[in-house]
C-alpha cells in the first residue's frame, strides 16, 4: 500500500504562484510514475501532469509553459510548480501513483483545493 498526503493547496490572484507537494510513504516502489489530476466542480478529474521515475514528463495542453511537474525519489515526493495561474484552474488537485506497466492508477491523495481569484 501506498499512502499519498498533499500539501500546498490555497487561495491566489490570477498570475500568481502555488506549489503543490505530495509525499508518498509506505510501498513506494509502486510509484513508478506520479501524477497531479485537478477537478472543478461539476467537470470530470483530468490529468494535469505527470512524471516517472526516471524524469520522463508528461502536461495537459491546458497546463503546458506554466505548469512543472518535478519528482525527489530520495525523498519520495513529487512536486507540482504552478506559475500564471489562471481562474480556470481552480479546482481540488490530487495526487496520484501507480506502476509503470499499469494503465490505471492505483494510489491517491485526499485533494488540495487551490482557488484562483481574478
Known amino acids: 500500500q501506498v499512502q499519498l498526503v498533499e500539501s500546498g493547496g490555497g487561495l491566489v490572484q490570477a498570475g500568481g504562484s502555488l506549489r503543490l507537494s505530495c509525499a508518498a510513504s509506505g510501498s513506494t516502489f509502486s510509484t513508478d510514475v506520479m501524477g497531479w489530476y485537478r477537478q472543478a466542480p461539476g467537470k470530470q478529474r483530468d490529468l494535469v501532469a505527470s512524471?516517472?521515475?526516471?524524469?520522463?514528463?508528461n502536461y495537459a495542453s491546458s497546463v503546458k509553459g506554466r505548469f512543472t511537474i518535478s519528482r525527489d525519489n530520495a525523498k519520495n515526493t513529487v512536486y507540482l510548480q504552478m506559475n500564471s495561474l489562471k481562474p480556470e484552474d481552480t479546482a481540488v488537485y490530487y495526487c496520484a501513483a501507480r506502476r509503470r506497466f499499469l494503465a490505471t492508477w492505483s494510489y491517491w491523495g485526499q485533494g488540495t483545493q487551490v482557488t484562483v481569484s481574478s
Open positions: 512524471i516517472t521515475n526516471d524524469g520522463s514528463t
